[in-house]
């Protein structure tokens, strides 16, 4: 009985259709069974394909992610994911050039303009990473993870003038997230404010995954408000 229902199900409402739904919804081992089932039927069906890779990169293996993206037809979508992938196993050569085919067959794709800036930043061509996510942000102004990595690349260059409004805004836009408050921490500390340092350090580390690093800067805050005690437990903590 089971087994029927799903399959009326994925008649009913479409199979490519329902595995998106199922991967939205968070229910990864119904989405990936449907996408094993589906690769059976047709190995280079690009749905499956995507959506397992997209498992496979979120469990923390982007080598076996890439792998399934690559056996995919080309599509803009799937490019730029390959290049992040790419990017994570550190090929970030590789990534520039993937990402800059996915622009080639869709110019104004943000993700893929969002992250090629930030495989540019990785080289260190941070003129080119600049023009690039500024073109990102004048596209998408709403969105706080390009503005978090316009600022990156601004301070890259030495300017945290400009780094610092868009640290604000991207916090104005999503208050939650822990990298944008890290980010603006370490602005706020290099340029002499510790105590609003610590403040974003502090709201930061329930949300990063890298949390030695943000322990090791909030420790730097607080040794430069002189409380030493405090500092060599976020020194003990991060080690």
Known sequence: ETAYRALWDEWR???APRLHRLYAAGDHAAAASLAHRLLARDPAHVEALHVLGALAYAAGDPAAAAALLARA?????????LGVMQRAQGNPVGAEQTLRRALALEPDLLP???????????Q?????????????VEQAPDEAWLRRSLALVL???????GAEPQLRRALALAPD???VHETLGALLSQSGRPV????HHLAALPGLKDKPRCLSNLAIALQMQARH???????RHAL
Do not use: F, H, K, M
């Not at 260190?124 to 073109?135: D, I, M, Q, W, Y």
């Open 13 to 15: 409402e479409g199979a």
């Open 73 to 81: 037809p080309e599509q803009a979508d799937i490019l730029s994911d």
């Open 112 to 122: 893929a303009l969002g992250n090629l800036g930030n495989v540019l930043l990785d």
């Open 124 to 136: 260190g061509r941070t003129a080119e990473a600049e023009a690039v996510l500024s073109r990102a």
């Open 155 to 161: 301070l890259a260059r030495q300017d945290a003038a």
């Open 177 to 179: 997230d822990a990298e």
């Open 196 to 199: 609003e340092a610590a403040q």
């Open 229 to 235: 005690a405090e500092t060599e437990q976020c020194y």
